[in-house]
């Protein structure tokens, strides 16, 4: 069977311009080929700078902001693509090959409706007339099993949800009759129940139109639902590529060992969960507009121990982290700690109350001033709370740079010069430094690629063994809480569904959503996506 | 479990739900109301406080206490402050702006005349220079940081960084006194046919068009440039869509809603902003009437000038609001 699309060597350079110093020419993809058959699909998967989406829209012949395709060949039918001029390759885009974005919310123009997007590049190529188009589209969106069909064109991109947009990007992919899609992380951006329905209907729509798809994303367990076969990409480089049977049951390099073993560790659960440092009671808490965003939420955390929330996104998981915090003085209901009443609201607590409860945020980025070393950043709240400063200082902020296991080195670096793990890092320390009994995490690891995530977990069990730190630890990933919570509290549109120790809250029976919210969570495994399908039928097919 | 907040909402709260474009558009209109209300106290306020009076400049070196009394008897300046300006404010509400003290003539019929010559001027230098200044902004945009676009943009800083006035000298110099090809003073009067009209205003227009097209010029690159590098616009290079495509049909619509800002603010300028121009070119328009009537301290006559200026200020910059609003997808089609 002759290739659809054939890569040869590819080589992909940008010029970056790192502050203070001279532009330099840095290369993103390197020495990269492989090979695609009509109506297969190959998963491209790896951490972020791997090059992976570069890779995906060379595909195109496009390099995104700066990034220049210098050397190979990538071949549509035996045509080498980068060989075409402008008007060439436009023949190209959106006619054979399309391609479907992480974010369809950014990707969809605010200005125009949903149908009119989808048909676009199908008339302007000339494929079919408009009407056709329409037809096609239609068929589309029964096939991805968005709701009312036959009226979902004619909505504008905000008016629908995140998932059904990313079905109608997939939708708006396929009009054309494309030869090749190049999906880039469709799913990342969804929450695990919404992503499944997308998952399943992007598996559906291209085997019913026998479309080749590129599949990129950093997700292993995903991308073994879909692919045929797996490329696994690192520094822009092919670590192994081979097919899913043998990246996932038989990997041959320790890296895709690493990726294929990620979050594999479970904790075992504290014994005795009856004494409580934090108690939330009955509380209730709404916006200034009289929103109703928590509704009588009681749970509790014992000292030393973790508690994991989970839920969707909306589900008010992060809202119940303000309240406890006093971001968002709760309406109704009280919060202890230690037996003490906690004063509601942020500004009116004491300088010891604020103390003893810190937070870690998903987006270590936004949440240090990026014009403070890492110095200024971790010793702030030493002399805030502590009142040190100079020699006392640094030698602390050393201490603690030691605790989250990063060398003196990089006490005088900028946010800009640290890794995403190491921010991460360092606003664990920043948190430390006030020497906390309780740290509220907010997705600290959703963020980071699977391996430094993991390494950021170790982290926080080995520093809650050191001193004793109680963590309430918010999450949408089922595997994180395999791996550190003794407690689980399962949240569902402001409402608490599931509480308890680890063990009881995620072993049946089920309450609907938990089971739900469980099945949705990719597995290592191939065919998973089949299995659950049969067992629960597109339910929440609405999303 | 019952929830007060979500069954009780208020008439107005479901008002905003249902309809959120009319009850913004409805409060935009409302709070240029209150905000002219309030300026119009300002300048009656700010007449009031400034110094000297009316019947001692009138009266120059006969200004005997008594005269003074007479006629500031005459004028009604004896009277509470508050009693003054209701009455004047109800005359303005039905377009009587009182007589002037100078002239003894109907305040009204004489801004009547000079507010259209002074929109005749203002509307002909944004015919001009409203599509110029786009235009030149999507040049730029498609020259970005080249030749092109390098020069439109030192021009137009230049011709924004002088003073208005230095400009209208400048070609007066050059267009009227050396080359002789257009005429000075900028004199219309009635019964003047459209295109001497045209001719007689063509050197104010100028100035007024290279100050005001810096500014616009520059917020549509941008608003431009911003829209450019957005997902959606990568989107449509990505379904290979031709380059005019992009921009006519993807971009431009997302650019609207500040370019649309930034014209109504330089309408604005070229309505109220008139006032030099109209000095440099003795054109006889509302700015010219106004400063003339500062001078002799006529003051029913700044204070209409000042209102009507005010008026036209907000009522543009509202346009724009609502415009903006409009513009915006979101709120016209609510979920």
Request: aromatic share 6%; charged share 20%; with cysteine.
């Amino acid at each position: 069977m002759p290739e659809l699309l054939s890569v040869r060597n590819l080589k992909i350079e940008a010029t970056s311009y790192p502050p203070g110093e001279p532009p330099k020419r840095i290369t993103i993809v390197d020495g990269v080929s492989f090979d695609l058959q009509k109506g297969k699909v190959l998963g491209l998967i790896g951490e972020s700078g791997a090059g992976k989406s570069t890779i995906g829209l060379s595909a195109l012949a496009y390099g995104r902001g700066g990034a220049e395709i210098t050397g190979g060949e990538v071949s549509l039918n035996g045509t080498n693509i980068l060989a075409l001029g402008k008007a060439g390759i436009r023949k190209v885009r959106g006619a054979q090959v399309c391609y479907v974005a992480q974010s369809a919310a950014a990707a969809f123009n605010p200005a125009h409706r949903l149908g009119d997007q989808v048909i676009e590049a199908s008339v302007k190529h000339g494929l079919m007339s408009k009407d056709e188009a329409r037809k096609r589209a239609l068929y589309l969106f029964r096939v991805l099993g968005l709701p009312h069909p036959e009226t979902f064109g004619d909505r504008f991109p905000h008016q629908v949800s995140g998932g059904q947009l990313q079905r109608a990007m997939t939708a708006m992919a396929l009009c054309p009759n494309p030869e090749l899609i190049v999906f880039d992380e469709p799913t990342t951006a969804l929450d695990v129940t919404t992503q499944i329905d997308v998952l399943a209907a992007i598996k559906h729509a291209i085997e019913e139109t026998d479309t080749a798809a590129l599949y990129i994303t950093h997700d292993l367990a995903v991308v073994a639902q879909i692919s045929d076969d797996i490329m696994v990409l690192r520094y822009g480089k092919t670590v192994e590529y081979g097919s899913v049977q043998q990246i996932i049951e038989a990997p041959t390099q320790d890296y895709t060992r690493a990726l294929v073993n990620v979050r594999q560790t479970a904790r075992q659960e504290a014994p005795d969960q009856s004494q409580a440092l934090l108690r939330v009671d009955n509380v209730s808490a709404q916006y200034s507009n009289g929103f109703k965003v928590l509704h009588g939420v009681s749970l509790h955390l014992c000292k030393g121990q973790t508690l994991a929330i989970v839920g969707e996104s909306g589900s008010g998981k992060s809202t119940l982290a303000r309240v406890i915090t006093g971001l968002l003085p709760p309406s109704d209901g009280r919060i202890t700690f230690e037996d003490k009443p906690l004063t509601p609201a942020l500004k009116s607590r004491s300088r010891d109350e604020l103390r003893r409860i810190q937070l870690i945020y998903q987006m270590a980025d936004t949440a240090m001033n990026p014009r403070q070393t890492v110095r200024d950043i971790i010793g702030r709240p030493l002399t805030f709370y502590y009142g040190l400063r100079g020699a006392a200082k640094t030698a602390r902020v050393k201490e603690l740079l030691e605790q989250i296991e990063m060398s003196n080195g990089f006490i005088d670096r900028y946010p800009a010069e640290l890794s995403g793990g190491q921010k991460q890092r360092v606003a664990i320390a920043r948190a430390l430094a006030a020497k906390p009994e309780l740290i509220l995490c907010d997705e600290p690891t959703s963020a980071l690629d699977p391996l430094v995530a993991e390494g950021i977990l170790k982290l926080l069990m080995k520093l809650q063994t050191e001193s004793q730190l109680s963590y309430i630890f918010i999450t949408h990933d089922i595997a994180i809480v395999r791996a550190i919570a003794d407690s689980v509290a399962v949240m569902h549109r402001g409402r608490l569904v599931r509480f308890g120790p680890k063990s009881r809250a995620l072993s049946p029976p089920f309450d609907d959503y938990t089971d739900l919210l469980l099945k949705s969570v990719p597995e290592m495994e191939i065919g998973w996506l089949e299995r659950v399908l049969s067992t629960r039928r597109m339910a929440s097919a609405g999303n | 479990m019952s929830n007060p907040t979500e069954t009780e909402s208020l008439p107005r709260q479901r008002f905003q739900e249902r309809f959120p474009l009319l009850a913004l558009v409805i409060e935009r209109i409302l709070l240029s109301l209150l905000l002219l209300v309030a300026v119009s106290m300002l300048i009656f306020g700010g007449v009031e406080a400034l110094p000297g009076d009316f019947a001692t400049t009138y009266l120059g070196q006969s200004a005997t206490p008594q005269a003074v009394a007479n006629i500031r008897a005459e004028l009604g300046l004896d009277r509470p402050v508050v009693t003054r300006y209701f009455e004047w404010l109800a005359g303005a509400v039905q377009g009587d702006f009182g007589t002037s003290w100078a002239s003894k003539n109907s305040v009204s019929e004489q801004v009547g005349n000079r507010l259209g010559n002074s929109l005749f001027l203002a509307g002909f230098a944004a015919v001009i220079s409203v599509p110029l200044a786009v235009g030149l902004g999507m040049l730029s945009v498609h020259f970005r940081n080249r030749m092109p676009d390098k020069i439109i943009n030192v021009i137009s800083l230049a011709a924004i960084s002088l003073p208005e006035f230095f400009i209208g000298y400048l070609l007066i110099l050059y267009f009227a006194v050396n080359f002789g090809i257009a005429t000075f003073p900028a004199t219309v009067y009635e019964g003047m046919g459209f295109i001497e009209r045209l001719k007689a205003i063509a050197l104010p227009t100028a100035t007024l068009v290279l100050v005001v097209l810096a500014h616009m010029m520059r917020m549509t690159r941008a608003a431009i440039l911003s829209v450019m590098s957005s997902a959606y616009m990568e989107t449509a290079e990505l379904k290979g869509l031709s380059a005019f495509r992009a921009i006519v049909k993807h971009a431009a619509p997302n650019a609207l809603a500040p370019i649309i800002n930034v014209v109504a603010l330089n309408l604005a300028y070229l309505v109220v902003g008139v006032v030099v121009v109209e000095v440099v070119f003795v054109y006889p328009g509302m700015g010219q009437y106004m400063v003339d009537a500062v001078t002799v301290r006529d003051m029913p006559v700044v204070q209409a000038c000042g209102l009507i200026f005010a008026a036209v200020y907000i009522f543009l910059n509202m346009l724009a609001d609502i415009l903006a609003i409009i513009a915006n997808p979101r709120l016209r089609h609510p979920r």
